[in-house]
Structure formats: C-alpha cells, structure tokens
C-alpha cells in the first residue's frame, strides 16, 4: 500500500507503507542538522524548517519529536524526517485549537532536550509543541549547544519545565524570536 503523509516538495520526507510497528520512508541523502551555523544558513534552515511545520500542521500533523537528528541538511535544502511519532490533530466542535487525542492519559514520548513542557507533562498537544521544538532546533544552529542540555533526560525535562536557556548569542529579532517560541505557556508562543 502507499501512503504519502506529507508531500516531500514541502521539505518533507514520503512516508510509502505505514504497518502496526514500521514505516517506510523515502531514502534522502543528507547530513544530520549541525550548530553552531552561519547567521545566514540559520535562518535559511530555520525558513525551510518553518515552512515544513507550517504544511504539516495545515494537514493537521503534528511532528511531536522535531530535533536536529530528524532534520536532514541536503543539496535540495532542509528534509523534515522520521514521522514516526507524528500526530494526527483532531479538531472539535467545543474547541478553540485543534488538539492531539492521546492513546494513554500522560503518556511521554519524543526526545527530552526539546519536547515542550506540555509535551514532558503527558498533557494533550497542538502545534505549538512543534513551535517549542523549533525554537530549540534555532537556538541550537545558532549557539551550537541545546537550550536544555543538561546530562539526563529528566534533568532536561525538569529544565523545560522550570528554567529559561542561557541567552545565545543572536541579534536581537532572532533571539525574540527563540525567546518567544521557547515560552512555557502555548498561548505565548
């Protein structure tokens, strides 16, 4: 069976078959996402990778674990990969945003040093989580470091939780920009 999840002319990779525990992916050649980067190669990713998010969430997918190891660097630009936890938004009648159904009350999943704080609580999830990642993924290309790096995963998440990233060193509109996008409420990003 074939299935394309996303359109890969949108910095996307195809998504093929989609079975109970695989799923097959186009093969993209390509070097993981690096920092720290160039101003300019920055925001040329940081375009691209917007721009795949934007078409994803008007899909209604959510990434759920967007990071630099699932962001591909290639000759053609950016490739948005490993859709694996990738969500379906469900939007009802009742609500304001379209959110994400959980399959268990509180369950965590995607890498620590970016996921949201409403991601690392188990508590339903909507684009702006991907929003969160995004800031992280820009503040790592242009400090070379990760927001949240600390040495485990629930010192991470505790980080996301309570404390703000060290400033990097970005002019003042991009570094809003990350301020903004790494806010802990949804609704300030």
Known sequence: MFYTVVSPLFNHCAIYDIGPDYLVMEYIEGTPLKGPLPLADALRYATEIAEALETAHGRGIIHRDLKPGNILVTAAGIKLLDFGLAKALEQSAAAEDATVTQTQAGTVLGTAAY???????????????????????????????????????????????????????????????????LRKAPADR
């Open 115 to 181: 996921m949201s704080p409403e991601q690392a609580q188990g508590k339903p999830l909507d684009a702006r989580s991907d929003i969160f990642a995004f800031g992280a993924v820009l503040y790592e290309m242009l400090s070379g470091r990760r927001a949240f790096g600390q040495d485990s995963t629930v010192a991470a998440m505790a980080a996301i939780l309570q404390k703000e990233p060290e400033p990097c060193d970005a002019p003042g509109d991009v570094a809003q920009i990350i301020a903004r996008c």
